[in-house]
């Protein structure tokens, strides 16, 4: 009965034409009066089920459910709610137009990036041949060996294994060309490893160029900057993978797969509405593809200057708060490859600070409003890319609190 009334209230509201004009003005404090108005009116799931919601000053992770999506990415979800639509003419169309947008040959939406590397890796090791396609993760008959730098072989690449192929993994160029067989079908990079690896870009393609293998590179945490999501189709990667749920913005469940239209079309053969597939379980639907779509839409369109600016002053309000209590260091740094964004280390002397890093990170999760950060035993690391404009204050205010309580 509850329900019903507070349905009929949001209704009632959301008809008026501008929602500021209930109070019979625009001004900026009445407009957010009404948008307390209509939030205490919103079913609180999450307290219902009593989950602490809390501020990410952390990242992207998975764990914490990713990014918070734009307004625009939820309008694209909730209208492709309403209506029914052909699943493989909405990739087709959606693929084309990414496609466009990223100056690549072709496209398509996955379910994360580890669902991209699976699609990708599963349409490599099959082409288009609708048995083979059944066959995987046995991969009898087909080349199933790729290879990859040791420095960049992470877990991630489980989403290889998983569909059928098999790792190799090589130190040098030589030892790479030496790797080859006869079994050989792809060469997979990790972005976020770049510095780690004896092999760059750009050595990587020529070599899968001059033996014929496609290349494939994940990376999953490497927007920003917007340049890589066009930089790596023109370097000669014939697969690209991205998150759609980091940098991006869009759903946490999608990702992005570009590069040459005939593997990504082998990659397609493996995802609904197929059945009979490896990658049936890796689906992805109308709200996701239409998610995904906008959000790339919004994250091109975006100022990045105006937004890297807004994180460095957010970081640096926090590390200056932090180190006003005395015998607090902090510093900014900007990894160069994943998560490429401004970024706090904060540390103390545990002499004058009577507390651990770990027990700071502690209160600041269980405190109010509860603050998620990263970090080990010897600092707290954080970002504010993931937080909503506003609360790098309210973090600002409470690491303080707590270094200065253990004075
Ligand atoms: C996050 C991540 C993945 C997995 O991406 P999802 O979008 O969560 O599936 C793969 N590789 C790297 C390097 C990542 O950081």
């Known amino acids: 009965k509850n329900m019903i009334n507070r349905r009929k209230v949001i209704q009632?509201?959301?008809?008026l034409p501008f929602a500021g004009s209930l109070l019979g003005t625009n001004?900026?404090?009445?407009?957010?009066?009404t948008a307390a108005v209509v939030s205490s009116l919103r079913r609180d799931f999450f307290k219902e089920l009593g989950l602490r919601t809390f501020i990410n000053a952390a990242g992207t992770y998975t764990s914490m459910t990713g990014s918070l999506m734009p307004k625009e990415v939820i309008e694209a979800i909730s209208y492709g709610a309403d209506e029914y639509v052909n699943l493989d003419d909405l990739q087709d169309k959606v693929g084309e137009r990414i496609a466009e947008l990223l100056e690549c040959e072709y496209a398509t939406v996955s379910s994360g990036c580890f669902g991209a590397m699976s699609i990708g890796m599963a349409g490599i090791l099959t082409g288009k041949?609708?048995?083979?396609?059944?066959?995987?993760?046995n991969t009898e008959g087909m080349k199933n060996e790729v290879i990859i730098q040791e420095s960049h072989t992470i877990g991630y690449a489980q989403a290889l294994t998983n569909v059928g192929a098999k790792v190799v993994k090589v130190k040098t160029a030589k030892q790479l060309e030496k790797a080859i067989t006869d079994k050989t079908c792809m060469l997979w990079f990790l972005n976020a490893h770049t510095d780690q690896g004896e092999i760059k870009w750009e050595e990587f393609i020529a070599l899968g160029k001059k033996y014929n293998i496609p290349t494939f590179i994940d990376c999953a945490a490497d927007v920003p900057p917007v340049e890589n999501l066009f930089r790596f189709t023109k370097m000669g990667?014939?697969?690209?993978?991205?998150?759609?749920?980091k940098g991006l913005r869009g759903p946490q469940?999608?990702?992005?797969l570009l590069g040459k239209r005939e593997y990504i079309e082998a990659a397609r053969m493996h995802t609904p509405?197929?059945?009979?597939?490896?990658?049936?379980?890796?689906?992805?639907?109308?709200?996701?593809?239409?998610g995904m779509l906008a959000a790339l839409e919004l994250y091109l369109?975006?100022?990045?200057?105006?937004?890297?600016?807004?994180?460095?002053s957010q970081i640096q309000l926090i590390s200056d708060s932090a180190t006003s209590v005395a015998g607090v260091e902090s510093e900014i740094h900007v990894p160069k490859y994943a998560n490429h964004v401004p970024s706090l280390r904060i540390r103390w002397d545990e002499k004058k600070l009577k507390i651990s890093p770990n027990e700071v990170r502690k209160q600041l999760r269980e405190g109010h409003p509860s603050i998620q950060t990263v970090g080990d035993s010897k600092s707290v690391g954080m970002t504010t890319w993931m937080m909503v404009p506003g609360q790098?204050?309210?973090?600002?205010?409470r690491i303080k609190e707590i270094l200065s309580s253990a004075i």
């Open 129 to 137: 041949d609708p048995e083979k396609v059944k066959q995987l993760p």
């Open 392 to 397: 790098e204050r309210i973090v600002a205010k």
């Open 273 to 290: 509405p197929r059945g009979e597939t490896i990658g049936r379980g890796m689906k992805v639907n109308k709200e996701e593809v239409l």
């Open 237 to 245: 990667f014939d697969l690209v993978a991205f998150s759609g749920g």
């Open 253 to 256: 469940s999608a990702g992005l």
């Open 27 to 33: 001004s900026l404090a009445a407009q957010s009066k």
């Open 12 to 15: 009632s509201l959301a008809a």
């Open 301 to 312: 369109q975006k100022d990045h200057d105006q937004e890297w600016k807004m994180w460095e």
